[in-house]
């Protein structure tokens, strides 16, 4: 049977796509971009990109249905189980219509979907248990303003990250800001960040393996509280 999901040390299960079919990546996001090395470049990696985004778009209810009929089986067995959307590859219609169909059939499963696409945003926003990570970094802050300016108040689900570029200095705190990435987790030359609010553990961490499982700020509402502080 057709099985949707990836997994990795870091996030655990995932649902991912081409990232050539679906993004649109900024300059630092094309620089810094983890899909471009690694087991997800892998020949069978690709071609279950690939399969989901055509199965998607073919029919986001057949989609929908086999990543349910696979997490009831993973929630079985883990009651804290969670599903990362985009672990690579952003979002496209089809796949907020299985989004929401997933959600609605398993509304106590958190989905956490990171996105760069501003116009994906608005049908996930203020759905229960969907949280939309939206990433950011220092050559496409405009689309922060660009997502907040579809709402009147920035929903109680959509956080924003910062995606250090290569060699690059931090220069203010970060407001408005839920998770910090340097690049390759170095923290090279912004040690004053080491004790930010927002810094991912994964910035810190010799062994990184199941630290998103252990964290959960990015799926449990932590995250908008931090970006407030």
């Given at each position: 049977?057709?099985?949707?999901?990836?997994?990795?040390?870091?996030?655990g299960a995932s649902i991912n796509f081409?990232?050539?079919?679906?993004?649109?990546?900024?300059?630092?996001?094309?620089?810094?971009?983890?899909?471009?090395?690694?087991?997800?470049?892998?020949?069978?990696?690709?071609?279950?990109?690939?399969?989901?985004?055509?199965?998607?778009?073919?029919?986001?209810a057949d989609f929908a249905d086999a990543v349910i009929n696979r997490c009831r089986k993973k929630?079985?067995?883990?009651?804290?189980?969670?599903?990362?959307?985009?672990?690579?590859?952003?979002?496209?219609?089809?796949?907020?219509?299985?989004?929401?169909?997933?959600?609605?059939?398993?509304?106590?499963?958190?989905?956490?979907?990171?996105?760069?696409?501003?116009?994906?945003?608005?049908?996930?926003?203020?759905?229960?248990?969907?949280?939309?990570?939206f990433s950011l970094d220092r050559s496409s802050m405009s689309r922060k303003k660009d997502v907040l300016s579809l709402f009147k108040k920035q929903p109680n689900n959509l956080f924003f990250s910062y995606q250090g570029d290569k060699n690059e200095v931090f220069s203010d705190a970060m407001p408005g800001i839920s998770v910090i990435f340097f690049d390759s987790y170095k923290i090279q030359n912004n040690s004053a960040f080491l004790e930010h609010p927002a810094l991912c553990p994964l910035n810190s961490q010799e062994d990184i393996s199941s630290t998103c499982n252990t964290c959960r700020r990015c799926f449990n509402g932590d995250a908008l509280k931090i970006s407030t502080l």
């Open positions: 049977l057709f099985d949707p999901l990836s997994t990795n040390k870091v996030t081409p990232v050539s079919e679906t993004c649109q990546p900024s300059k630092v996001c094309a620089n810094t971009c983890y899909a471009l090395k690694g087991p997800v470049t892998w020949p069978v990696s690709l071609k279950k990109q690939q399969l989901n985004l055509l199965t998607c778009q073919s029919s986001p929630i079985a067995r883990d009651k804290q189980f969670f599903l990362r959307w985009n672990g690579v590859g952003d979002l496209f219609d089809e796949a907020v219509d299985a989004l929401l169909l997933i959600n609605n059939t398993l509304p106590d499963m958190p989905i956490w979907v990171v996105t760069r696409k501003p116009e994906q945003v608005k049908r996930l926003a203020g759905v229960s248990n969907i949280w939309v990570h």
